[in-house]
């Protein structure tokens, strides 16, 4: 995908795609083996974390491609950018979980 927007140079559309679909089957799947645990304790409310965690996740994947292969894509500000956009990652995921166990009721 060529553009002439500056800072989305050296973007791809399939890597980034690729970045989201990583940072949502992470949490995805460990969500889903908790539940595949308890499979006798699943409930109605539990699609709403199922749904907005990977959604977290989705996003905080497609910052860490940005930062550590676009915005940053060589040298020490690599290495830095991939250190915090892991940590914002985390953060992104531990944010929509404190939406989704708001949303239904569950986060005090």
């Known amino acids: 995908m060529n553009t002439k927007v500056e800072f989305l140079k050296g973007f791809q559309l399939k890597s980034a795609l690729a970045a989201g679909i990583i940072g949502?089957?992470?949490?995805?799947?460990?969500?889903?083996?908790?539940?595949?645990?308890?499979?006798?304790?699943?409930?109605?409310?539990?699609?709403?974390?199922?749904?907005?965690i990977p959604l977290g996740g989705v996003f905080g994947g497609l910052f860490f491609y940005l930062m550590g292969f676009v915005w940053f894509p060589t040298g020490r500000q690599k290495l830095a950018?991939?250190?915090?956009?892991?940590?914002?990652?985390f953060v992104a995921i531990w944010l929509s979980a404190v939406f989704s166990f708001s949303l239904v009721g569950l986060w005090d």
Do not use: D, G, Q, R
């Open 24 to 52: 949502a089957s992470i949490p995805f799947s460990w969500l889903m083996f908790l539940i595949l645990v308890k499979s006798e304790i699943f409930e109605s409310w539990m699609w709403v974390p199922l749904t907005f």
């Open 81 to 89: 950018a991939i250190i915090v956009s892991t940590l914002l990652y």
